[in-house]
């Protein structure tokens, strides 16, 4: 006998994928057709350190291994979307996502998980924040500018 999915812990990231140039890598949701985002994904474990939560959900979304990551020190706490509410234990509406950067030198051709995501476009990071349909990831997208100043290219 197979046991339950265990439910999503409501802690996850967000992760910018951009170059110097400030393009930004979006794909889109299988779940959602026309819904583009950054990488997101929650941590396995409570004890799963964010920044090992970021690489593994780059990888898993993208196939990417490389780059450079910065912890953005953002935080945004968020209603969980109706839909989606299922996937957490009764009675959690509330998600904590801390935010990431990934520098990589250029653009390049992510690996997508069919399950996951349809498509990929990388676009100007305005363009890109304009694309996204979280307003959480939208806002990281603008926050782009700021923090890539800081991060040092691969």
Known sequence: ????????????VLVV???PELQVLLIERADHPGYWQSVTGSRDGADEPLVVTARREVEEETGITAGTLTDWKLANVYDIYPQWRHRYAPGVTRNT?????????EAV????SPREHLAWQWLPWAQA?????????AEA?????RFAAAE???
């Open 129 to 137: 924040a304009d694309r996204c349909f979280s307003p959480s990831n």
């Open 109 to 112: 051709v992510p690996r997508l």
């Open 97 to 105: 996502e801390h935010v990431f950067g990934l520098l990589l030198p």
């Open 1 to 12: 006998m197979q046991s339950a999915k265990p439910f999503k812990i409501p802690e996850s």
């Open 17 to 19: 994928i951009h170059t």
């Open 141 to 145: 997208v603008l926050q782009l500018p």
């Open 152 to 154: 040092v290219a691969p």
